[in-house]
C-alpha cells in the first residue's frame, strides 16, 4: 500500500492554457473523488468514480473540467481554458467503498497556479 | 444544501485538553466525520459518528448530538505535533442517499503552545 499518489505536485500556468492531473489511487480501491481546497477552506468536492464510471459531479462544477478514469484504475482531471479562479490544491483520494465509506484516503494533492 | 460551523482558530497548550465544535445544517444526515490536515499535507480520517453519542480513539473523541445538530472533536494530552488543521464533514445527499460527497467545514486551525 503506497497511498494515493498525485502528479504533477506543482504546476504553474498561464491563463487559457490546459492543464491535467494524474490520480494515482490505493490499488484495491474502487472509489474514487476530487476535490478542490483553496486557502483556509475545507476540501470542495468536484467528482466522484466508482470503478470507471462517474456517477457523480458537482453542480457547481464548470464545464471546463473534466475527469476520466479508465480501466477504473488512475484517474485524470483537465480543467481547459485555465482562469486565475482555477488556483486551487486539487485532492485526490479513493477509499474501499465499505457499508460507510466515510473513511477516505487523500493525496497530497496537485497545486495549481494561473498567472 | 449543507452549511457546517465551526471555529476558525483554537489555541491549548500542550498537555491540556481541547474540544473543537461542529454545528451543522443539512437536508438529510447521515452522519458527521472528523479529518486532520497538517499545513502542506494531506487530509486524513479522523472519526465518523453516525449515532448520538461519544466515539474513542487514542487521544481523541468525537461526540455527536443528532437532536442539537452539533458534534466535537475532544483532543487530550496534546501534543506538538496536534497542531493542524480540523474539519468536520457531512454527507451531502445530492440527488440521492447515494450520494458520496462529503461536505467540509472551513476548518479550525490549532495551534499548541509549549
Known amino acids: 500500500d503506497t497511498g494515493v499518489s498525485q502528479n504533477p505536485r506543482h504546476k504553474i500556468t498561464k491563463r487559457g492554457q490546459n492543464v491535467t492531473f494524474r490520480c494515482d489511487p490505493i490499488?484495491?480501491?474502487?472509489?474514487l473523488y476530487w476535490y478542490r481546497q483553496t486557502l483556509g477552506q475545507g476540501p470542495e468536492f468536484l467528482t466522484y468514480?466508482?470503478?470507471?464510471?462517474?456517477?457523480?459531479k458537482s453542480r457547481l462544477l464548470s464545464d471546463r473540467f473534466s475527469a476520466e478514469r479508465p480501466k477504473g484504475s488512475f484517474s485524470t482531471l483537465e480543467i481547459q481554458r485555465t482562469e486565475q479562479g482555477d488556483s486551487a490544491m486539487y485532492l485526490c483520494?479513493?477509499?474501499?467503498?465499505?457499508?460507510?465509506?466515510?473513511?477516505?484516503?487523500f493525496g497530497e494533492g496537485s497545486r495549481l497556479t494561473v498567472l | 444544501g449543507q452549511s457546517l460551523e465551526q471555529p476558525s482558530e483554537v489555541t491549548a497548550v500542550e498537555g491540556a485538553i481541547v474540544q473543537i465544535n461542529c454545528t451543522y445544517q443539512?437536508?438529510?444526515?447521515?452522519?458527521l466525520s472528523w479529518y486532520q490536515q497538517h499545513d502542506g499535507g494531506a487530509p486524513t480520517f479522523l472519526s465518523y459518528?453516525?449515532?448520538?453519542g461519544l466515539e474513542e480513539t487514542g487521544r481523541f473523541s468525537s461526540f455527536l448530538s443528532r437532536s442539537d445538530s452539533y458534534g466535537y472533536l475532544l483532543l487530550q494530552e496534546l501534543q506538538m505535533k496536534d497542531s493542524a488543521s480540523y474539519f468536520c464533514?457531512?454527507?451531502?445527499?445530492?440527488?440521492?442517499?447515494?450520494?458520496?460527497?462529503?461536505?467540509f467545514g472551513k476548518g479550525t486551525k490549532l495551534s499548541v503552545i509549549p
Open positions: 490499488s484495491e480501491h474502487n472509489r
Open positions: 483520494a479513493s477509499s474501499s467503498g465499505g457499508a460507510l465509506d466515510w473513511e477516505l484516503f
Open positions: 464533514a457531512v454527507r451531502d445527499p445530492g440527488s440521492g442517499a447515494g450520494s458520496y460527497q462529503l461536505t
Open positions: 443539512t437536508s438529510g444526515f447521515y452522519g
Open positions: 459518528n453516525g449515532l448520538d
Open positions: 468514480f466508482q470503478n470507471e464510471a462517474q456517477l457523480e
